[in-house]
T-cell receptor
Framework: SQTIHQWPATLVQPVGSPLSLECTVE??????LYWYRQAAGRGLQLLFY??????ISSEVPQNLSASRPQDRQFILSSKKLLLSDSGFYLC?????????????????FGDGTRLSIL | GQNIDQPTEMTATEGAIVQINCTYQ??????LFWYQQHAGEAPTFLSY????GLEEKGRFSSFLSRSKGYSYLLLKELQMKDSASYLC????????????FGAGTQVVVTP
């Protein structure tokens, strides 16, 4: 079966410090991968998605970046964190979709990282 | 893009039924998904609709009308553990499986 691991679970960082959050998926190949941020009491905002190694699409302008160095590894980074970067960060995967096949596949989420910026 | 609306909060009694509505406007549609999210946890997948009609999964059912841009999630025989936020998500046709999520409906189940 497929599993998704995300770490760390919680992180407290000072303003201006760097960030690296990691997400790995097991039990599947060539998944679509996603990074979301959820502010307190709000919905999920898509930050980045990737359909393959080295392929990253950004949804919103920000001081965050993402990378996919391996098929099942997705990393969210920042060189200098801002106070507004606080939130709950979620990684998700879905079966790769092409030509409308597997369109019924949901996204499956990792346990999330709660990031607090001081 | 998509615009998704759902109520902010609903309260219901244990054992009762609650219906959570979701309306959407989208330039392309390739499925509507419902997720449950308990406080401090990740969302978990509940149900999926791509064709009009009702999908039933135990105590949970989801309905879709594509012509009206409308869906609902029906929770029957409410239990205290059903207290959570319920997220409506729409997948567009021109996307690589991307979802647009609603802000979520907080359901509070009282004894």
């Amino acid at each position: 079966s497929q599993t998704i691991h995300q770490w760390p679970a919680t992180l407290v960082q000072p303003v201006g410090s760097p960030l690296s959050l990691e997400c790995t998926v097991e039990g599947t190949s060539n998944p679509n991968l996603y990074w979301y941020r959820q502010a307190a009491g709000r919905g999920l905002q898509l930050l980045f998605y990737s359909v393959g190694i080295g392929q990253i699409s950004s949804e919103v302008p920000q001081n965050l970046s993402a990378s996919r160095p391996q098929d099942r590894q997705f990393i969210l980074s920042s060189k200098k964190l801002l106070l507004s970067d606080s939130g709950f960060y979620l990684c998700a995967w879905s079966v790769s979709i092409g030509g409308g096949v597997y369109s019924n596949q949901p996204q499956h989420f990792g346990d999330g990282t709660r990031l607090s910026i001081l | 893009g998509q615009n998704i609306d759902q109520p902010t909060e609903m309260t219901a009694t244990e054992g009762a039924i609650v219906q959570i509505n979701c309306t959407y406007q989208t330039s392309g549609f390739n499925g509507l998904f419902w997720y449950q999210q308990h406080a401090g946890e990740a969302p978990t997948f509940l149900s999926y609709n791509v064709l009009d009609g009702l999908e039933e999964k135990g105590r949970f059912s989801s309905f879709l009308s594509r012509s009206k841009g409308y869906s609902y999630l029906l929770l029957k025989e409410l239990q205290m553990k059903d207290s959570a936020s319920y997220l409506c998500a729409v997948r567009g046709k021109d996307s690589w499986g991307k979802f647009q999520f609603g802000a979520g409906t907080q359901v509070v189940v009282t004894p």
